[in-house]
């Protein structure tokens, strides 16, 4: 796709650098289908074959990298690689050029003098610098080219942080920015907030602050590592990788060498002291314990014999020695993991009295009074900076949105107890008579803008509506009961919410399909099913059909009845008389799979985990997963192509027989579980408007309902023997057991059509009751309960 604005076009880029950051926003390109060249030094008297040699070896390290930075494999081969001495002039056709080298303005300025005289006059050209003044950086650019000149500063790892800073200058075109922003939210997925030209901008600025407090308590408060990670992770609302894990992903060097320049260009900065350097850290830096790059810094990872990871260890910054993981136990820790709502554990934790609530205090009054220090020097609105931390830095609330949930007036008073000064900000929000940073008013948002002294509305486009935002307006729930709720969109459209925990699939889940499908057909113009949950589903609930099946014994006839209901909910998705369309994201497995596969279309964020894992639980697909991969290929192979019918199944039952989840949705593609017609979203925040403008699309355009298979072919007995033999050498080369071989037979007779003899032709039904019939009898098997009860326990699949 190419974002096209005035006489500018984004189609080709070159990355200069490759390092972290530079392989980083290297393959995030290419997940996004953009081809690209990346520049890396070459090393003295290499040939060029040999430097490109060398750097695709570094690519394809970077590959194996954890989180994985490539959707897959094949994404590879959109990079290029390129050097400074043999290849600028590919820069001629770089429509963007975005610079991440070393954090040295000296180097910066130099790798621009060299590549300048080789780009069009057109192209765009950025700096990711994390913390150098862009006005700096564009000083040494020739004048001619500070029009085309900005900032871009992503995130490591690139693929799953979706902020990006566009910092412009004085004299940066309104249009190059535009373009860059289009582009990078479209066909990047990025979310972009504007910083004003300050050191380390608005995320690294508060967000590094908020890590180099928690650098205090290592080792001057005899805290550990896991002890600080604990307390500031999920259970605060923050990234999982916490403070230290964070730290390693960035790269210790990088960090300290942001450090430094906010030493350097943050002379008058109330917090300058946190940035000065630590004992610990300098040791660590000169033992190279640096983090992912080096593999080891914070953390360590410990291998067996096996080069499998069997022990992740921490750093005792005190003897400079790698020790196993403690447990961490405070009193108040004990109490907020037993509270489900954020907001309950801020205000329990951050005024706690124990060692733990001591430092969160410390944490929290730190950062916070930080944040309001620096508007407007950073930014003129809070918004942005709440923003930023979180697409930035993983938070789930800003800054300021923390002040409100803390209570302003309460920090207010307290830290002016500890000494600190009020930050001006503050102090006219409670002079106005104000208590809070955001405020709510006939549906609308607004927020305390410092300027004007008063609150100012804060304006939602449409492309990033939230159903957050739309249930504000208690009109807007149509339905809704423990699992699921009905909320009206706008425009005619319903959307279907999950609402359970991992929003597994339960009786109430499947209630609420029955009524949305009656309510749709009735009165609306379709039906998106939808939410903003981490996950769009895990699957059927396990405790349930773990319930079921000890009460049952002998008696399978409530499960069977609740199995058969399933089914029956999925087909009435199916068969619909008005448009459904799945918009899914994250962990999308089993049932909750199977229910996005009755939709008409599935709108996937990029980053959704979908398959049918099944095996892995001792159970096979049972509400219509392996019919509908049957009858998908059915429709997508001609009937003069029987090989490609097999072929095509044989891939299908080498997915599912080895309960394999995409890495991305791209994958799921590749895999079979998205079919051509669905649709790939890079902006997971735009998921909603995409999947609800397919539906009014769908309706726009006449929509006709699916219609009932009946001739679907299937390959029968001769089929089956064939398909086989794969999990019979897997079970011979070690790779799956014979309980897996026992599972696998399952699964090839549901998607070969059962004991038919060669290829013919079965209806929808059939192939049901083949799952039902599968399903059932595996649950009264030891083995599959077992295989259950233990991911319950461990949430680890058991190989028995």
């Known amino acids: 796709m190419i974002i096209q604005k005035k006489s500018f076009s984004i189609h080709k880029v070159a990355v200069l650098g490759s390092g972290v950051m530079g392989l980083g926003i290297t393959a995030h390109l290419a997940n996004a289908g953009i081809s690209n060249y990346l520049f890396s030094r070459k090393p003295n008297k290499l040939s060029k074959p040999e430097a490109d040699r060398l750097l695709i070896e570094k690519i394809n390290q970077f590959k194996k990298s954890k989180p994985f930075p490539f959707f897959d494999s094949a994404a590879v081969d959109l990079i290029n690689p390129a050097n400074y001495d043999d290849d600028l002039d590919k820069l001629s056709e770089a429509d963007w050029v975005i610079e991440t080298i070393s954090e040295k303005l000296e180097d910066k300025k130099a790798i621009f003098k060299k590549i ?31 029009k085309n000149f900005l900032g871009t500063h992503f995130f490591n790892p690139v693929r799953y942080i979706k902020l990006l800073e566009i910092v412009k200058t004085s004299e940066t ?35 590094g602050l908020s890590l180099t407090s928690s650098l205090n308590f290592l080792p001057s408060k005899d805290f550990g590592v896991e002890e600080v990670d604990t307390l500031t992770g999920s259970l605060i609302g923050r990234s999982k990788s916490a403070t230290f894990r964070t730290i390693d992903l960035i790269g210790l060097d990088t960090a300290m060498q942001i450090a430094i320049n906010n030493l350097k260009n943050l002379k008058k900065d109330p917090y300058r002291e946190f940035y000065l350097p630590r004992p610990y850290t300098q040791e660590m830096l000169k033992r190279g ?5 080096s593999g080891q810094g914070f953390y360590k990872k410990i291998k067996n014999p096996k080069g499998e990871t069997s022990e992740i260890q921490v ?11 403690r447990e961490v136990n405070f009193p108040s820790l004990k109490q907020a993991k037993k509270l489900e709502s954020l907001t309950d554990r801020l205000r329990l934790l951050v005024f706690a009295k124990d060692r733990a609530g001591k430092f969160l205090w410390k944490n929290f009054s730190d950062t916070l009074h930080y944040a309001a220090w620096l508007i407007p020097e950073i930014s003129d609105d809070i918004v942005s ?29 307290r830290m002016e107890k500890d000494g600190k000064e009020i930050p001006p900000l503050v102090k006219k929000l409670l002079a106005s008579g104000k208590k809070t940073f955001y405020e ?28 957050a935002e739309i249930k504000e307006d208690k009109k807007k729930i149509v339905d809704s009961n423990s699992g699921a709720s009905l909320i009206d969109i ?11 925990k991992m929003n597994t699939i339960n009786p109430e889940i499947i209630e609420m399909i029955q009524k949305a499908v009656n309510l749709v057909e009735r009165s609306w113009r379709g039906l998106v099913i939808h939410n903003e949950a981490p996950n769009f589903s895990a699957g059927f609930d396990l405790n349930l059909i773990l319930a079921e099946a000890q009460k049952a014994k002998k008696n399978f006839h409530r499960v069977e009845k609740a199995l058969k209901d399933f089914q029956d909910t999925n087909q009435l998705l199916r068969f619909s008389k008005k448009p459904v369309v799945a918009a899914v994201h994250g962990l999308t497995l089993g049932g909750g799979f199977e229910i996005a596969l009755a939709a008409d279309q599935i709108v996937a964020a990029a980053e959704s985990y ?90 726009q355009a006449g929509y006709t309902p699916s219609k009932y298979a009946d001739n679907i072919r299937v390959l029968g007995e001769q089929g089956m023997a064939l398909m086989e033999v794969g999990p019979i050498n897997f079970v011979e080369g070690g790779y799956a057991t014979k309980y897996d071989y026992f599972i696998a037979k399952k699964i090839i007779k549901i998607l070969c059509g059962g004991p038919l003899k060669g290829i013919d032709r079965v209806d929808e039904q059939y192939l049901l009751d083949l799952e039902k019939e599968a399903f059932l009898s595996l649950l009264k098997e030891k083995n599959s309960i077992a295989r259950i009860k233990h991911i319950l326990k461990t949430n680890k699949p058991l190989r028995n």
């Open 385 to 413: 900076v709440d923003n930023a931390l979180k697409w930035g830095f993983g938070w789930e609330l800003g800054p300021f949105e923390i002040w409100d949930v803390l209570g302003v007036e309460k920090l207010a008073k």
């Open 116 to 146: 300048l005289p080789h780009l069009r006059r057109d192209a765009i050209i950025s700096s990711n610098t994390s913390g150098l003044p862009i006005a700096s950086i564009a000083e040494a650019l020739p004048k001619k080219w500070h």
């Open 173 to 207: 075109e309104p249009s190059i920015v535009q373009v860059v922003k289009e582009f990078s939210e479209k066909i990047l997925g990025r979310r972009v907030v504007y910083p004003k030209d300050r050191p380390s901008f608005i995320a690294s600025r508060i967000g």
């Open 315 to 325: 750093l005792d910054v005190k003897t400079m020695r790698y020790r196993s993981q």
């Open 610 to 699: 979908i398959g049918l894992p099944e095996l892995g639980v001792g159970l096979v697909p049972g509400g219509g997963g392996c019919k509908e991969m049957v009858r998908r290929i059915h429709a997508a192979v001609p009937e003069s192509e029987p090989d490609g019918l097999f072929s095509a199944l044989l891939k299908i039952i080498e997915t599912i027989g080895a309960a394999k989840i995409s890495t991305s949705a791209k994958e799921a593609a590749e895999l079979g579980y998205l079919s051509p017609a669905d649709k790939i979203v890079m902006n997971s925040d735009r998921l909603l408007f995409e999947a609800k403008n397919t539906v009014l699309s769908m309706d």
């Open 440 to 467: 709510k008013k006939s549906g609308k948002k607004f927020c305390f803008d410092l300027g004007a002294k008063r609150y100012k509305s804060i304006d939602t486009k449409p492309e990033y509506v939230s159903l």
């Open 490 to 500: 706008g425009d005619g459209v319903l959307c279907l919410e999950f609402h359970t």
């Open 289 to 293: 314990l640096i983090g992912e790059k």
